[in-house]
């Protein structure tokens, strides 16, 4: 089989809903690129929290140079982009379309979910201590007044002390399962989502003769795709077994299975 051609749905999409044609269309596109975007959310969040796992693993394996405060830092970092990321994906509305729903999570699964809610709106997103956390607060304030005598003299010193927890180690474990499950809903949900793109696009051709010649406007570019030219240039710069993973190789032999790619961002 060989390819003829690729068109940016994405792209259509974005003309179609300006000139006011095919609805439907246009919102069964934006539900596929949702669900791949959703998709990465997931899969970084829980990335995040497996990293969580290996940097605290490594700390009581092998000695460090790096501080007790610099792995704080950079737990705590990982473990709020985690919260953030799921949150995302399952209920922050914007302009994607929401997919995922908590009709099939269980019981301990909506916990969970909520938990990670209020994690995100009342403690991450805006200031809040987590006292009702399952596993304690995250934040702990005390204004404390210390009394001294310095001879005959009274004295008196008022200070203000914070503590943070990095992150929740139950909790963090419980997430990592509900994403799981989460990337598990979503993957099941593909094929359809792309089948409704198809079906959509033929219903469109026969009501829109226009449109099917219409599509040679909106071929994919991969070089535009890209984030950088440097970004396209790795791509594709070799065959090699490692840049078979990456997008032009996987384009070229029709597979995109997982379009995921990285590469170095100079300094400014």
């Known amino acids: 089989m060989r390819v003829v051609g690729r068109i940016d749905l994405t792209s259509l999409a974005r003309h179609l809903r300006d000139s006011g044609r095919h609805a439907a269309l246009v919102k069964a596109i934006d539900r596929a690129a949702a669900a791949g975007s959703i998709r990465e959310d997931l899969r970084t969040a829980l990335d995040a929290l497996r990293?969580?796992?290996?940097?605290?693993?490594?700390?009581?394996?092998?000695?460090?140079?790096?501080?007790?405060?610099?792995?704080?830092?950079?737990?705590?970092?990982?473990?709020?982009?985690?919260v953030v990321l799921y949150a995302r994906a399952t209920e922050t509305q914007g302009d994607r379309p929401k997919l995922l729903g908590e009709a099939k999570l269980d019981p301990d699964q909506r916990a969970t979910h909520e938990e990670a809610m209020d994690m995100r709106n009342k403690v991450i997103a805006h200031f809040g201590r987590g006292e009702a956390l399952f596993d304690g607060p995250l934040v702990k304030e005390a204004v404390v007044l210390s009394l001294y005598l310095d001879g005959d003299h009274r004295k008196t010193r008022i200070g203000a002390y914070t503590t943070r927890a990095a992150h929740k180690v139950a909790f963090s474990a419980r997430l990592a399962t509900l994403l799981e499950t989460r990337l598990k809903e979503i993957a099941d949900r593909y094929q359809r989502l792309f089948d409704a793109v198809n079906a959509e696009l033929e219903a469109a051709g026969k009501a829109d003769p226009g449109l099917g010649p219409d599509l040679k406007r909106f071929e994919f570019d991969v070089d535009a795709f890209s984030a950088s030219p440097e970004a396209a240039e790795h791509l594709c710069a070799s065959a090699s077994p490692e840049a078979a993973e990456h997008l032009c190789a996987q384009l070229d032999d029709d597979v995109g299975h997982d379009l995921d790619y990285a590469v170095p961002v100079p300094k400014p």
């Open 51 to 82: 990293q969580i796992v290996d940097i605290q693993d490594r700390s009581f394996s092998e000695p460090s140079e790096n501080s007790r405060h610099d792995e704080t830092v950079r737990t705590g970092a990982l473990f709020t982009q985690a």
